[in-house]
């Protein structure tokens, strides 16, 4: 392996660890959530989050990040993060990566008044 390769492994690896030390930070920087539509009932959102080598589209864990920044933005906003039903989930590919794909995530939130 050459010194280039060499320094982009490690590189790479700093950033990944990095960037799991972070979920706090990666909630704000790169997740949206945003009001939807409104019934008699519930009030709706689209939440949207990624996924990459560092939060596997796959990974339970990484899912479990993904739905505990949800709940974050929801008790930010005064809702019940006990009240809500994920609707749909849509993962949409964004870009192939050489150490991962990168994915947007969409879903869809009913949050029960």
């Known amino acids: 392996m050459t010194i280039r390769k060499l320094t982009l492994v490690f590189v790479y690896t700093a950033l990944l660890g ?15 959530f945003e009001p939807t539509r409104t019934d008699a009932n519930a009030q709706f959102f689209k939440f949207t989050a990624f996924a990459d080598a560092a939060y596997p589209l796959t990974s339970e864990e990484a899912e479990r990040t993904r739905i505990d920044w949800l709940e974050t933005w929801l008790r930010d906003n005064n809702y019940d993060a006990k009240r ?12 192939k990566g050489v ?3 990168i994915y947007d995530i969409f879903y869809e939130i009913r949050v029960a008044k």
């Open 99 to 101: 150490f991962g794909d």
């Open 18 to 32: 990095m960037m799991a030390g972070c979920a706090s930070f990666d909630r704000v920087a790169v997740t949206k």
């Open 84 to 95: 809500y039903e994920v609707i749909s989930r849509v993962p949409v590919l964004r870009k």
